[in-house]
């Protein structure tokens, strides 16, 4: 029977491929992660570069990852377990910038209502001094020095309203592409019939194959 030169899904021609090539599946992933192969961390120079390659594709472009292995087909199913993969590592992403956009967005309403407290308490310590018997020049620096103090405390919630939030969505926005483009391998050598073997970190049961 001969191998096939490729398996995974079919990849629609308008997708913007994102192309990698590797020698085992398992340079993919993080050697030190613990979890069962499907739920496995990627390894942070491979997630750099898809996530990096795919912020140079427009935001309306469906994804796609072709992944070039130089060794020769394993199990039937391995490209579904590396989709799954995949998918699971990026989902997991978009999880954790959504949680990291929600405890910004929390602090930023903290700060907001700390901020307008604290500048209506300056403004009104202003006022004061305006109509305090103090001398002109001094009265004056105090005055703007209080104004001053006010708006600035309003910086920090200003600053996460107005540009802090808006680049974790679109991070987020990014990993859901990422979780749900279609996945590929091509197998660029034939080499040893059984080198898939030593690729895998563990065999899967035939219950666990499709997990993730």
Not at 39 to 66: C, H, Q, Y
Not at 126 to 133: F, K
């Amino acid at each position: 029977m001969i191998e096939p030169a490729a398996s995974g899904d079919m990849i629609p021609p308008e997708c913007e491929l994102i192309e990698v090539r590797v020698v085992e599946l398992r340079q993919l992933f993080n050697a030190i992660d613990p979890s069962p192969f499907h739920d496995r961390e990627l390894d942070g120079k491979a997630e750099s570069f898809i996530t990096n390659w795919a912020m140079e594709v427009p935001r309306s472009a469906p994804l796609a990852l072709l992944v070039h292995l130089d060794r020769s087909a394993g199990m039937s199913s391995e490209a579904e377990i590396l989709r799954d993969a995949v998918h699971a590592h990026f989902r997991r992403r978009s999880a954790e910038a959504r949680q990291r956009l929600r405890a910004l967005l929390r602090r930023g309403r903290i700060s907001l209502a700390i901020g307008l407290a604290f500048l209506c308490l300056a403004s009104w310590l202003a006022n004061l001094v305006s109509d305090a018997n103090i001398s002109g020049d001094f009265r004056d620096i105090l005055h703007e020095s209080l104004l001053i103090g006010g708006w600035v405390a309003m910086w920090g919630p200003l600053e996460v309203f107005l540009y802090d939030w808006w680049p974790i969505r679109a991070e987020a926005r990014q990993f859901d592409r990422l979780a749900s483009m279609p996945v590929r391998i091509k197998y660029t050598s034939e080499g040893k019939p059984e080198a898939w073997r030593s690729d895998w970190p563990a065999l899967p049961s035939s219950g666990s194959v499709q997990g993730g």
